[in-house]
């Protein structure tokens, strides 16, 4: 016997109680909160005397604009206020352990490259002369068009050739550093001859391989077997050939990236540490470094729970900073040698908050039938014996009722495959079957223990509620590793949610579902929801999805890009719609896979005037129908509610 998770408890539902099932405190970084109506709210991390704006306004002003659901809000508050946080804390620690350098961060271009996300890092980042981390041309070329500041870092990671190498040496004429951070040794003595021949001095950065080993969904990134970075040896080899070529004084920079989303403190710390011997063995070789880059790492606490698991963290921002400036600190002063700018490439924590999918709950599915089926005349033995489970249900014998009804509904199914039961009959025991498991699943409700072989009794009974949007599209990770994302309603939230769900998307994928959450701090296969009213929509949030899920998702049923739409919350308490994208309409998802849209609409029409000859159709037919095949070109890929 185990504790029943499912008993349900007397105490009235309050906004309280909500707050508790969803874990908001505990994973909104106090960006989101439930406010008096059972709203979610935002709250303006700029200004604390702003009012807060329901998301529900938000979703009713997408409407009244016609931008139709599932919609990607990002919010443009959030994202600066994250790298305010970001810049701020390492600022604080600086000051009061005294260390005798500044923080300088980078943005990895990677972890989402919309141009509205990238700009927005660029101009509110200019203050603390935030950059951009790039690994490829095209990212640097991002980065080279919207960085505004002067002073700027530019860190370059990733193979390099000429092309790639001689944009970032023109770059630091513009009066940015940019930075080569060598990862294989062919773009060595590339970037020797180009920046001899262009007369450019370049600033150059290695990235040594990491042994420190992380826990964590990407501790593979980190260890001996890492596919990154140089060896002792190769490390060694750099600094000769350098000194060869009268150009150790422009390495600069040591590079060490132990892998992303780093859920312990532990890891980060021995992390600097190694990275610190590293880095003041290489100044006794003689470079002369000035930057230490810890790359990304600063995890995410998806599940809330602060813990030193995969997807939550058990530090805090602060202790991060405390955790890399102290120790680059101490170990260097018994060295000493004298601080370096510390660089972080932090990208999951500073994008993550800021977006949130909302999609509208289309359908759901009951697994309980409204009715217990009457008795009729000549029913099947077995049927009987199933009816007479309900007259010995009780507590003390629910194990063998769960048992006996699995056995009779067992045998129904062999009767029936040897042709000895209709359809009509199975189709009475199957009513009558569900209708028993829900008997059993109201006693075993009030039960304080469970037997342990129905624990997933309630679970697996669960409603099904079918949600606009495609997994693949814009939760890939879900689907890839697992990722947790909170997931709860936007409103109604004081109302009880008195339904037990999982999620299905719109995709005919049956891999298209989520039915892992985090409940009251604990992962949970269902999460609950309320019952949807027939005349009002229901929607759902999908939070802290700004890092990585963009563009890793993919077309899957040609379902495309969601809306996206960017709002910023005003000091007087309400917002700005201040950036919106359509969505790909279906005349774009087929291009995307080379159909050519024109020769599409041209082949329809060729078929209609076709059946025109033939009389199957009139001339009038003809034109409704290229009208709604021409509209639906057009369209949007998802659902769309009748106007
Ligand atoms: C991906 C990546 C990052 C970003 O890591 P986060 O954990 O998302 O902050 C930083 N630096 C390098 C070199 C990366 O490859």
């Known amino acids: 016997m185990i504790k029943n998770k499912f008993k349900q408890n007397s105490i009235p539902w309050s906004i309280e109680q909500a707050n508790k099932t969803y874990g908001i405190e505990h994973w909104s970084n106090h960006y989101f909160s439930i406010d008096y109506n059972g709203d979610l ?14 998301l529900k306004t938000i979703i009713d002003g997408m409407r009244e604009r016609e931008l139709e659901m599932p919609v990607l809000l990002r919010i443009e508050n959030i994202l600066d206020e994250s790298i305010r946080l970001l810049n701020e804390s390492f600022r604080q620690v600086i000051d009061k352990v005294g260390y005798q350098n500044r923080y300088q961060g980078v943005y990895p271009i990677k972890v989402n490259q919309q141009a509205q996300i990238v700009e927005e890092i660029a101009q509110f980042g200019a203050q603390y002369q935030h950059g951009f981390e790039v690994g490829s041309k095209a990212e640097m070329i991002a980065a080279l068009s919207t960085l505004e500041t002067s002073g700027s870092l530019i860190i370059c990671n990733g193979y390099k050739d000429q092309e790639f190498i001689e944009l970032g040496l023109e770059a630091n004429k513009l009066g940015y550093k940019c930075f080569f951070v060598i990862e294989t040794l062919t773009e060595l003595p590339i ?3 180009r920046s001899q021949s262009l007369g450019i001095r370049p600033h150059i950065g290695v990235r040594a391989k990491m042994t420190t080993k992380v826990s964590g969904h990407w501790g593979a990134t980190s260890g001996d077997r890492s596919v990154f970075g140089l060896s002792s040896s190769q490390l060694i080899y750099v600094v000769d050939y350098l000194k060869q070529h009268q150009m150790l004084d422009c390495l600069e920079l040591l590079h060490c990236h132990l892998g992303s989303q780093i859920p312990n403190i532990h890891d980060i710390r021995s992390g600097v540490l190694e990275a610190c011997r590293y880095y003041s063995d290489l100044c006794k070789e003689g470079a002369q470094l000035d930057f230490i880059d810890l790359g990304g790492g600063l995890a995410v606490d998806y599940t809330g729970r602060q813990s030193a698991n995969g997807q939550s963290r058990n530090y805090s ?3 991060y900073c405390e955790n890399i400036v102290d120790t680059i600190k101490t170990t260097l002063d018994q060295q000493g040698l004298s601080h370096p700018v510390i660089v972080t490439e932090s990208g999951r924590a500073v994008v993550a908050y800021t977006s949130v999918l909302l999609f509208n709950i289309l359908d759901v599915v009951h697994f309980e039938p409204p009715n217990m089926p009457e008795p009729g005349d000549n029913q099947h033995q077995l049927i009987k014996n199933m009816r007479e489970i309900l007259t010995y249900l009780k507590p003390q014998r629910i194990q063998e009722c769960f048992n006996d009804v699995q056995f009779y509904r067992d045998e129904i199914h062999e009767l029936f495959k040897r042709g000895q039961i209709d359809l009509r009959m199975r189709s009475v025991s199957e009513t009558l079957y569900f209708c028993i498991l829900h008997r059993i699943k109201a006693v075993l409700a009030e039960m304080e223990r469970v037997p342990e072989a129905l624990e997933g009794l309630t679970e697996s009974l669960a409603d099904i509620y079918y949600g606009n949007f495609s997994l ?3 939760l890939p990770d879900s689907w890839a590793i697992d990722q947790l994302f909170p997931i709860m ?17 719109i995709t005919c994928d049956c891999d298209g579902k989520i039915e892992r959450f985090v409940v009251e701090g604990q992962e949970s296969r269902t999460l609950p929801l309320h019952e949807i009213k027939p005349e009002e929509d229901y929607y759902l949030g999908v939070f802290l999805v700004g890092a990585y899920q963009e563009t890793l998702g993919d077309l899957h049923n040609l379902f495309g890009d969601t809306n996206v739409v960017s709002v910023r919350l005003n000091a007087e308490g309400g917002f700005d719609f201040v950036k919106e994208v359509h969505g790909d309409s279906i005349e774009d998802v087929l291009s995307y896979v080379e159909y050519q849209p024109y020769d599409i609409k041209k082949r329809f029409r ?4 076709a059946a025109v000859r033939e009389g199957r159709i009139s001339a009038k037919e003809r034109q409704q129908m290229i009208n709604t095949f021409n509209a639906s070109m057009q369209g949007y890929t998802y659902y769309e509610k009748p106007l």
């Open 606 to 609: 060729n078929k209609v005037e």
């Open 41 to 54: 709210i935002v709250n303006n991390p700029n200004t604390l005397k702003a009012s807060p704006v329901s």
């Open 472 to 474: 693949f599209q814009s």
């Open 489 to 505: 309603p936007v409103h109604r939230l004081n109302e009880a949610p008195t339904r037990r769900a999982i999620l299905a998307d």
């Open 191 to 193: 970037i020797v001859e």
């Open 317 to 319: 921002l602060n202790e």
